[in-house]
């Protein structure tokens, strides 16, 4: 889920109002380490998906802000990317907006004896998601998502 906290939430508001601004989404922001360092991950989404020149574009342009406002100590890589077929489902919204679609969540810790959860996404009740499984309908308090993606593959 977003983080309310830290580096990559702190990167997440100061980039989201110029997503928007070039309309872009933004799907999930990771400040995590890397083969040679930090590594700062923006994943940009719109209607239609994104090119490799969104992409692009998007870095350039961030890059030159987040240099200016400097939420990030020190020196990092910054990679911006398209959310790919499987793509993670963060806020809230998005429990909505992919209702009908297939899912795949894993939770903090066992419900009902599992963390795992696939089947058909139907939507958001309360702050409860809600699942079809094979064995069900699940209902997954939001608050208990450690992970959740589409699962088209």
């Not at 997440?12 to 922001?29: C, N, S, T, Y």
């Not at 090119?51 to 911006?80: H, K, M, Q």
């Not at 009908?100 to 958001?124: D, M, N, Q, S, W």
Request: net charge negative; glycine share 12%.
């Amino acid at each position: 889920m977003v983080a309310e906290g830290g580096i990559a939430a702190s990167v997440w508001r100061v980039v989201e109002p110029v997503a928007h601004q070039e309309g872009l989404e933004i799907v999930d922001v990771e400040y995590v380490k890397g083969g040679a360092g930090m590594v700062l991950r923006i994943t940009i989404d719109k209607e239609g998906g994104v090119t490799i020149e969104d992409c692009a574009d998007f870095s350039r342009l961030v890059g030159d802000i987040l240099d200016a406002t400097d939420p990030v100590p020190g020196p990092y890589n910054l990679e911006v990317s398209s959310p790919g077929i499987n793509r993670p489902l963060k806020r809230p919204s998005d429990f909505e907006r992919f209702s009908g679609e297939r899912v795949l969540i894993e939770t903090k810790a066992p419900l009902g004896g599992r963390k795992r959860f696939k089947g058909e996404l139907l939507g958001l009740e309360g702050h409860e998601v809600a699942v079809n499984c094979h064995d069900g309908v699940r209902r997954i308090p939001i608050e208990a998502i450690k992970r959740a993606r589409l699962d088209v593959l």
